[in-house]
Nanobody, 123 residues
Framework: VVQLVESGGGLVQPGGSLNLSCAVS????????MSWVRQAPGKGLEWVAT????????DYADSVGGRFTISRDNAQNTLYLQLNSLQTEDTAMYYC????????????????RGQGTQVTVSS
C-alpha cells in the first residue's frame, strides 16, 4: 500500500523557516522523481518543486526559487522541503507526491498525494 505522510507544518511569522518531511512507504523514492505541491485557501493546486532521483538538483517554481530547498534521504525513504524567508503568500496545505516525469510542472498530471501539512505564515 502506497502511503505518503507529510509533517512539519505550523504557524510561523513572515521571514521564518520550516522544514517539511514526507515519509513514504509502498515504494522507494530512490527509484522515482518526487515533488512538493501546495494549495492555498480558495485556490487550485500549485506545483512547488521537483527532485529527480538521479540528478540531485531541484527544480523550483519561480515563486519559491532561492527560498525553498527540496532534498531526499533515500535510506529513510523520506522527502524534505526546507522553507526559508517565508511570506504570507506561502500559506497553504503542502503535499508530497511522485512526480509525473517529464511533465512534472503540469499540475493536472498529479494523481496521488498525502494528506498534507498546513503551513500558515502570519504576524
Amino acid at each position: 500500500v502506497v502511503q505518503l505522510v507529510e509533517s512539519g507544518g505550523g504557524l510561523v511569522q513572515p521571514g521564518g523557516s520550516l522544514n517539511l518531511s514526507c515519509a513514504v512507504s509502498g515504494f522507494s523514492i530512490s527509484a522515482t522523481p518526487m515533488s512538493w505541491v501546495r494549495q492555498a485557501p480558495g485556490k487550485g493546486l500549485e506545483w512547488v518543486a521537483t527532485l529527480h532521483n538521479t540528478v540531485p538538483i531541484g527544480d523550483y517554481a519561480d515563486s519559491v526559487g532561492g527560498r525553498f530547498t527540496i532534498s531526499r534521504d533515500n535510506a529513510q525513504n523520506t522527502l524534505y522541503l526546507q522553507l526559508n524567508s517565508l511570506q504570507t503568500e506561502d500559506t497553504a496545505m503542502y503535499y508530497c507526491s511522485q512526480a509525473p516525469w517529464p511533465n512534472y510542472r503540469d499540475i493536472s498530471a498529479y494523481t496521488t498525494r498525502g494528506q498534507g501539512t498546513q503551513v500558515t505564515v502570519s504576524s
